[in-house]
């Protein structure tokens, strides 16, 4: 190697390190392109396409919302609701809608493109908001293990989850500076693009009775206020436009067999110590992830993160953990990222190159179940 391309390589390296988190955006972008390129390898067999592989799970509902919009009335058979777009918040498919409008460009590229670009603005956003309250190295420990975090393939897909982490962490972020008019707004756009920003908006309750409680700061009401007008809008206009109240209720229970279950933490855990072998492959990743969220909501805890970030984690487990049959997989467990930003304050040296190991090989491991066999839904 000449010593000019040697200089040149030098230059490159010191100006990822400068770019903040420029290590964390680095392994993202190449994990993302590995997964394209593994994607295309594979359609030389299938023939299906890339974007039809990459077109999935949630993503084909959010499709179908893009080109056919939400039906009037609930599809029904048998006396039951089927499945339908109404399950799934608005946010992603106007955007989609209105960016293949504007360009002309196939919806399911968009869709694609900006899962992407949105998983990348997740990662920041999370690096930011843990900067707030646990330093720049910190900070950069935890946007790596946000990169490699098991759940993060979905951001290959066309998934809510980029938008929705984005809002949240920033929002977050907003509460400890006590923005309270910002919080609120970023609040209103986490809960009109998945129910999980619910979680964020029992933060700003929280973060808003302490502000009252302490400095009467009454301006702190306008996170609480703003925050669920994003759910609010959803359910209302879905009460209008279907003429059913519980429109998006019931969809979630007829059309996926999705309710709430206070037991189904228990059950998870009774089944796989009772036998370990008889759970499916569901029931060992559930099993595996139900754990996993208990120590590292303890080490949050021990940790001591601001009260804002560690009532979004609790809330968002709870919430998760009583969701049958979704559970505590590894897509959830990332969407309660406190977990993630406390195994990087909590750890260092060998222990934390052990999780970043671990999280890059189930990475890895999920991403080829998702993409190659239905056994596995994320």
Same mark, same amino acid.
């Given at each position: 190697m000449s010593t000019e391309h040697l200089d040149q390589t030098i230059d490159d390296r010191r100006r990822w390190r400068r770019l903040p988190y420029g290590r964390a955006i680095l392994v993202y972008l190449l994990v993302h392109l590995a997964t394209l390129l593994g994607v295309a390898v594979v359609d030389l067999f299938t023939h299906h396409g890339l974007i039809d592989n990459l077109s999935i799970w949630d993503g084909t509902w959010f499709l179908r919302a893009v080109h056919h919009g939400w039906p009037s009335h609930l599809p029904m058979a048998h006396g039951q609701v089927? !499945? %339908?777009?109404?399950?799934?918040?608005?946010?992603? *498919?106007?955007?989609?809608?209105?960016?293949?409008?504007?360009? &002309?460009?196939?919806?399911?590229?968009? &869709?694609?493109?900006? %899962?992407g670009v949105t998983g990348l603005s997740a990662l920041v956003a999370i690096a930011t908001l843990a900067r707030e309250f646990a330093g720049e190295v910190k900070a950069e420990r935890a946007a790596l293990l946000i990169a490699l975090s098991p759940g993060s393939f979905v951001f290959n897909l066309i998934y809510a989850e980029g938008f929705l982490l984005t809002f949240v962490a920033l929002g977050l972020w907003a509460l400890l500076r006590r923005r309270?008019?910002?919080?609120?707004?970023? &609040?209103?756009?986490?809960?009109?693009?998945?129910?999980?920003?619910?979680?964020?908006?029992?933060?700003?309750?929280?973060? %808003?009775?302490?502000?009252?409680?302490?400095?009467?700061? /009454?301006?702190?009401? /306008?996170? @609480?206020?703003? !925050?669920?007008?994003?759910?609010?809008? /959803?359910?209302?206009?879905?009460?209008?436009?279907?003429g059913n109240a519980m429109a998006w209720r019931l969809t979630e229970r007829g059309g996926w067999n999705s309710y709430p279950s206070l037991l189904y933490p228990?059950?998870?855990? !009774?089944?796989?110590?009772?036998?370990?072998? %008889? *759970?499916?492959?569901?029931?060992?990743?559930?099993?595996?992830?139900?754990?996993?969220?208990?120590?590292?909501?303890?080490?949050?805890?021990?940790?001591?993160? @601001?009260?804002?970030?560690?009532?979004?984690?609790?809330t968002a487990v709870?919430?998760?953990?009583?969701?049958? *049959?979704?559970?505590?997989?590894?897509?959830?467990?990332m969407l309660a990222f406190p977990l993630t930003i406390a195994a990087a304050t909590r750890w260092s040296g060998w222990r934390y190159r052990a999780v970043v190991a671990a999280s890059a090989v189930f990475l890895v491991l999920m991403t080829v179940e998702t993409l190659n066999s239905f056994a596995v839904f994320p």
């Open positions: 089927l !499945a %339908s777009p109404v399950a799934f918040f608005p946010l992603l *498919p106007i955007v989609l809608r209105t960016i293949a409008v504007l360009t &002309g460009l196939n919806a399911a590229v968009v &869709g694609l493109v900006v %899962s309270w008019l910002l919080a609120g707004l970023l &609040g209103a756009l986490a809960t009109a693009a998945s129910p999980v920003g619910v979680a964020f908006v029992v933060s700003c309750v929280v973060t %808003s009775v302490l502000a009252i409680g302490r400095d009467r700061e /009454w301006r702190s009401l /306008w996170a @609480p206020l703003l !925050a669920p007008l994003g759910f609010i809008a /959803w359910m209302a206009y879905l009460w209008i436009h279907t228990f059950r998870i855990l !009774a089944k796989f110590i009772a036998n370990p072998l %008889s *759970p499916t492959m569901t029931g060992q990743i559930l099993f595996a992830g139900t754990v996993i969220t208990i120590v590292m909501l303890v080490v949050a805890f021990r940790e001591r993160q @601001p009260v804002p970030v560690l009532t979004y984690a609790t709870v919430l998760f953990a009583i969701s049958y *049959p979704v559970g505590l997989r590894p897509r959830f467990v």
